[in-house]
């Protein structure tokens, strides 16, 4: 079974920068698509940036400009840099895992707060 364990979240002031690491494990990690998805309170899971296979990027309009996804293969880890920071970043952040036409694979979340 996939694992994928976040960290790096925490509580920071707006303007401020937080790097968010997901670690893989029990998986072939450079064959897979990687991404990272967000959850606010009340509000539906989105999308904020993914990584490829090939290291091809998206970004959600919301991030664009402020933050950076990267993969590391041989550590079998993907970030994302965060900068910044602005209270609507608010959210429990998913690292999630997938290859086309297969079912997504999801870490547990990692709680970013970013304060005014």
């Known amino acids: 079974q996939v694992q994928l364990v976040e960290s790096g979240g925490g509580l920071v002031q707006s303007g401020g920068s937080l790097r968010l690491s997901c670690a893989a494990s029990?998986?072939?990690?450079?064959?897979?698509?990687m991404g990272w998805y967000r959850q606010a309170p009340g509000k539906q899971r989105e999308l904020v940036a993914t990584?490829?296979?090939?290291?091809?990027?998206v970004y959600a309009d919301s991030v664009k400009g402020r933050s950076t996804i990267s993969r590391d293969n041989a550590k079998n880890t993907v970030y994302l840099q965060m900068d910044s920071l602005k209270p609507g970043d608010t959210a429990v952040y998913y690292c999630?895992?997938?290859?086309?036409?297969?079912?997504?694979?999801w870490g547990q979340g990692t709680q970013v707060t970013v304060s005014s």
């Open positions: 990584i490829s296979d090939s290291g091809s990027t």
């Open positions: 999630a895992a997938h290859i086309t036409g297969f079912p997504y694979y």
């Open positions: 029990r998986m072939i990690f450079s064959i897979y698509h």
